[in-house]
């Protein structure tokens, strides 16, 4: 008995696609939330090394020290020897400085998964220098 087999592969594709194509999405949204990740690790440890061999001219003025060098939705605290609390601004050291606390914002879209975010989630990161 010979049955009908044309057509078939066509059935497997329509069944298969949907996951196939879900996977694939959900590791580029990983792939791009990583990528994202890392820029702004790199960002940060960058302007840590600049910041590490142009020490601040004055210690009594520190507002102006790296402005000009941040990109955009970066911030820098200058620390003493006490380390803020979380949501707190650095005491401003007396001596050199012990720390810099860097932190910038990134943006994730989702593509399939929204978890608690479907038009886009921000991002802060945060690392701490000495």
């Known amino acids: 008995m ?5 057509g078939v ?10 996951v196939i194509i879900g996977l694939l999405m ?9 990528m994202r990740y890392f820029t702004a690790d790199h960002l940060l440890r960058s302007i840590s090394a600049y ?3 142009n020490p601040p001219p004055n210690l009594n003025d520190l507002s102006t020290y790296l402005v000009d060098k ?15 609390a979380t949501g707190q601004q ?23 998964y929204d978890a608690g975010c479907r038009a886009g989630c921000t991002v802060t990161y945060l690392e701490r220098f000495q």
């Open 51 to 53: 910041a590490l061999y």
């Open 70 to 84: 941040l990109p955009p939705n970066t911030t820098v605290q200058i620390c003493g020897d006490k380390l803020p």
């Open 2 to 6: 010979f049955y009908e087999r044309r």
């Open 9 to 18: 592969a066509a059935v497997e594709f329509v069944l298969i696609a949907p």
């Open 26 to 34: 959900s590791v580029a949204e990983i792939g791009i939330t990583a």
């Open 90 to 112: 650095c005491v401003l050291p007396t001596a050199a400085p012990r720390s810099l606390l860097f932190s910038t914002v990134f943006f994730v879209t989702p593509i399939i």
